[in-house]
């Protein structure tokens, strides 16, 4: 044995010490594997449940790196001669080991501090939109809206969402400073169409369907508002004008509730094609195409050379 650790010092420029060492982490690595092997073994046998035998296969992984960290420590660095190189050699790889949970904690108590969202906020963070219900110490959970449902309605699933998002993606809130919606709906009719009587209409429908505010609570909501420094000069619903390349856009802006924004979408569609349709001298404008004969653009070449001849004359 003395000659193998003699022949090693001499070729390798590996001194007895360093050979101890390296000897005592692998023999630590081989038992901790062994007993990561064992455990998830048992728990194979003893758990049928996918997530749960998921669970304990990670928190088992956690565990057996982190006394890897602090066996291979205690190794090479001669038993820890003082606490705070433990302490400090310990956090370091609980930080490593565990840096999602800590990171979670850390949204946590960003959650509670701030206060980005709270419980009941309808909020949109990455490709999820939906009502928070729930803020745990890991990560907060919400009714999801929207996906595959249209108008930001429930869809019947629940999404878990780590605290640690907050930091990576950016958050809406819904209700933070101004509890109601801006929505719009856009309407188009033909060049020949009476335009502004059509944007009378839209107004008066507007009017029946946006959300009323008394006086007292209007201002309650202005001085919220503005308090997050968001300024509204009017809370009336607007109908904005502007022409497009089929017809004429009426645009109607108006305030709805955080959770009417499709009934009160659906009750203004419903109105707008009563009484459009009931008047001559409003059409819906829509992508049409027009197709001409070949007679029709002989017929029109014929007439184009006329012009040009006569100007010709003209001349």
């Known amino acids: 044995m003395h000659k193998i650790e003699y022949w090693i010092e001499e070729n390798l420029n590996l001194s007895a010490a360093i050979q101890e060492n390296i000897v005592k982490s692998l023999v630590a690595l081989l038992v901790l594997w062994i007993v990561s092997r064992v455990l998830l073994r048992l728990a194979s046998r003893q758990q049928t449940d996918s997530r749960k035998l998921y669970q304990w296969r990670k928190t088992t992984n956690y565990v057996v790196t982190g006394l890897g960290i602090i066996f ?35 949204g946590w108590v960003f959650l509670i501090w701030k206060r980005p969202f709270k419980v009941g906020d309808r909020i949109k963070i990455g490709l999820y939109t939906g009502d928070v219900i729930d803020i745990g110490f890991f990560q907060f959970t919400i009714n999801e809206l929207g996906e595959w449902v249209d108008s930001e309605q429930a869809t019947g699933r629940v999404v878990h969402i780590p605290n ?59 001085i919220e508002a503005q308090q997050h420094l968001i300024f509204y000069r009017s809370f009336e619903p607007r109908v904005f004008t502007k022409v497009r390349e089929n017809g004429i856009q009426l645009t109607l802006r108006y305030l709805c509730n955080l959770n009417g924004r499709r009934e009160s979408e659906n ?18 404008a829509y992508p049409t195409t027009r197709f001409y004969s070949a007679a029709e653009g002989q017929e029109s070449e014929t007439e184009l050379q006329r012009i040009v001849s006569s100007r010709k004359s003209l001349e």
């Open 267 to 284: 009750k203004i569609w419903e109105d707008v094609l009563s009484e459009f349709l009931a008047t001559s001298d409003i059409r819906f």
């Open 72 to 106: 291979l420590a205690n190794i090479w660095f001669d038993g820890f001669r003082s606490i705070t190189t433990f302490l400090g050699i310990f956090s370091v790889g609980l930080v490593v080991v565990l840096r999602d949970p800590i990171l979670n904690m850390m």
């Open 164 to 222: 640690s998002q907050v930091f990576t993606q950016g958050q809406i809130n819904y209700n933070y400073g101004f509890p109601f919606l801006w929505h719009e709906v856009q309407v188009r009719v033909t060049f020949e169409s009476n335009w502004q009587k059509a944007k009378t209409i839209l107004q008066e429908i507007g009017s029946r369907h946006t959300e009323k505010l008394t006086g007292e609570v209007e201002q309650r909501v202005r």
